[in-house]
């Protein structure tokens, strides 16, 4: 893995706020921290026997949603694949909610029917959660479609991982978004391998923001473990996209920590490229060291913080494995609509 930016030389990259306020930046530390204790309780439940199927953890990956949704208005909309627990939660979907889902339970967001993959909140504008590599982009281009006919100035956010990008349906819609200048964002989370498969071997051209190109599409390559750069970004396409310029391409380079899920042990890469991205890149590490030493957070702020973060994460547990399962006859629900 190339050399990357050390965590003492990241702390001077932003003398200044940028697009947040002391404020939103407190949330949004606090939104990556919920995102990653989420996760990890996830997967401990999930190791517990009391997750099934499959579970794919964002782990690594929360400056990304965080940074790009911290820009997004309430008509926007968002539609993700597998890897989608802290795309809900950066929707301020309800923690209790997502986990209950997870477990199967009536509560849950599907009803206990959709589990991991599969959960939505029209309430939140959540499209999903999709288990199909790729299906949702072009789903996400009928949302965007929608936004421009209905004229509600509202953005479709469509995130994919570098996998799902060589998939041929995402070009079509690359092709329809771009001659109808519909209001969409493609993102695509670069978090170097698709399933256990490095880029450099599955990608011929591993600079995704030049996918587009061929459609007239303007595309950026960002750094996704700095939130600061992905705030920015997020600010750029919004406007883009919302004053009808048509849609554009965000190729944002994170990392994941855990394997592609809970059942792969990520034997292709080693304990060392894993070691030094936490130790150096870490996005929630990077930004609570940056509101340190530019006193923006104090230390009973920050325990505040991670005490509100501890405390969701157990009472969101605690509630996913008391609350009931399904009934029976939820087989025959949601099947049809009228």
């Known amino acids: 893995m190339s050399k990357q930016t050390s965590r003492n030389d990241a702390k001077t990259t932003h003398p200044t706020l940028g697009h947040f306020t ?33 579970c794919h953890l964002y782990i690594g990956q929360e400056a990304v949603v965080v940074g790009l949704q911290s820009a997004m208005q309430k008509q926007d909309t968002v539609i993700t694949s597998y890897r989608d627990h802290g795309h809900m939660l950066a929707c301020d979907m309800e923690a209790r909610g997502v986990m209950a889902e997870l477990t199967g339970r ?23 959660g999709h288990g199909i590599v790729g299906a949702q982009i072009s789903l996400g281009t009928g949302m965007a479609f929608a936004h421009k006919y209905n004229e509600d ?49 599955s990608a011929a051209l591993s600079d995704f923001s030049k996918r587009g190109e061929a ?31 048509g849609p554009v391409l965000l190729h944002i380079k ?23 991205v936490r130790q150096n890149r870490d996005p ?27 405390d969701i994460v157990n009472d969101c547990a605690e509630f996913a494995q008391t609350s009931p399962e399904p009934d029976a006859s939820e087989l025959y629900t949601d099947v049809l609509i009228d």
């Open 254 to 276: 994170t990392y994941r920590y855990r394997g592609h899920s809970m059942s792969d042990p990520a034997k292709y890469r080693t304990k060392e490229e894993v070691e030094d």
């Open 284 to 310: 929630i590490e990077n930004i609570k060291h940056y509101m340190e030493t530019h006193k923006l957070m104090t230390e009973d702020e920050l325990k505040a913080i991670e005490k509100k973060v501890k």
């Open 22 to 54: 002391k404020e939103s930046l407190h949330k949004a530390f606090y939104q990556m921290l919920l995102i990653r204790r989420f996760e990890e309780k996830a997967g401990q439940l999930y190791g517990m026997g009391l997750i099934g199927g499959f």
């Open 153 to 201: 100035n509202g953005v479709c956010m469509a995130y994919m991982g570098d996998g799902a990008a060589n998939q041929g349906q995402v070009y079509e819609s690359f092709n329809m978004a771009a001659l109808w200048k519909l209001p969409i964002i493609y993102v695509i989370e670069d978090n170097e391998y698709a399933m256990g498969t490095s880029v450099c071997r």
């Open 215 to 245: 459609y007239g599409i303007p595309g950026r390559t960002i750094d996704g473990m700095d939130l600061f750069k992905v705030r920015e970004a997020s600010e750029w396409a919004l406007n883009h996209t919302r004053t009808g310029q």
């Open 106 to 128: 009536a509560t849950g967001y599907s009803k206990g029917k959709g589990g991991s993959m599969h959960m939505f909140s029209r309430e939140k504008n959540f499209f999903g």
